[in-house]
């Protein structure tokens, strides 16, 4: 099945600087992967995904690269904010069935 | 996200106990999962299920059952087999015509 990990586990950033998270899977026929917000005791929120037709998807300050051939993806935070600290998934859909396997997460700090 | 619930936000329970996590989607989706998060970490997969009354165990799900009587309810029984059953539980659902997942707001099991 598929696998997914991601680095950091922690990441520390200044107000203004950016922020980069990465994650590989292992199922190179995995085709789509979404990235969730989870602030403290709330729920996971999506805040961006990308498919495997598509190599960057840009929202705002929020973008995310897809290496297919590397198996690997990335999400880029440009600007931070203190609101932006939270711990954030990334995620890829398993090939052929329901399941979407969660990276182990990255705890982002923006210190003001 | 909004057409997500879960209930209740807090429960504690005696061990012994069996308690159950009420899930509810008013987003007509076909698919329904449960994840536990433990403190800092991942998400991980209890059951899931792609259609009313069928369902698949995840990762995790010794001391765990579920039901899919209804498209929009997924409910959650922790059974006194679950040794550690202290954990923040997250229901999601997707639809069959997209991969991405929505969450509910989770509970939050304490065992006392």
């Known amino acids: 099945g598929e696998n997914v990990e991601q680095h950091p586990s922690t990441l520390s950033v200044q107000e203004g600087d950016s922020a980069v998270i990465k994650c590989t899977y292992s199922?190179?026929?995995?085709?789509?992967f979404p990235w969730y917000k989870q602030e403290l005791g709330k729920r996971p929120q999506l805040i961006i995904d990308?498919?495997?037709?598509?190599g960057e998807k840009k929202d705002q300050r929020i973008a995310v690269t897809l290496n297919k051939t590397a198996k690997h993806f990335s999400l880029h935070i440009t600007e931070t904010q203190p609101e932006d600290s939270a711990v954030y998934f990334c995620?890829?859909?398993?090939?052929?069935?329901?399941?979407?396997?969660f990276g182990a997460g990255t705890r982002l700090f923006v210190k003001a | 996200d909004g057409g997500i619930t879960q209930s209740p936000k807090y429960l504690f329970r005696k061990e012994g106990q069996n308690v159950t996590l009420s899930c509810e989607q008013n987003?007509?989706?076909?698919?329904m999962y449960w994840y536990r998060q433990d403190p800092g970490q991942g998400l991980r997969l209890i059951y899931y299920?792609?259609?009313?009354?069928?369902?698949q165990k995840g990762d995790i799900a010794e001391g765990y059952s579920v039901s899919r009587e209804k498209k929009e309810s997924f409910p959650l029984t922790v059974t006194s087999a679950q040794k550690n059953p202290t954990a923040f539980y997250l229901c999601?659902?997707?639809?069959?015509?997209?991969?991405?997942?929505?969450f509910g707001p989770g509970t939050r099991l304490t065992v006392l």
């Open positions: 995620a890829a859909r398993e090939t052929g069935g329901f399941k979407t396997i």
């Open positions: 199922d190179s026929a995995s085709n789509y």
């Open positions: 990308i498919r495997s037709n598509v």
């Open positions: 987003l007509n989706h076909d698919a």
């Open positions: 299920s792609q259609i009313v009354n069928d369902f």
């Open positions: 999601a659902s997707n639809s069959g015509l997209t991969d991405t997942q929505y």
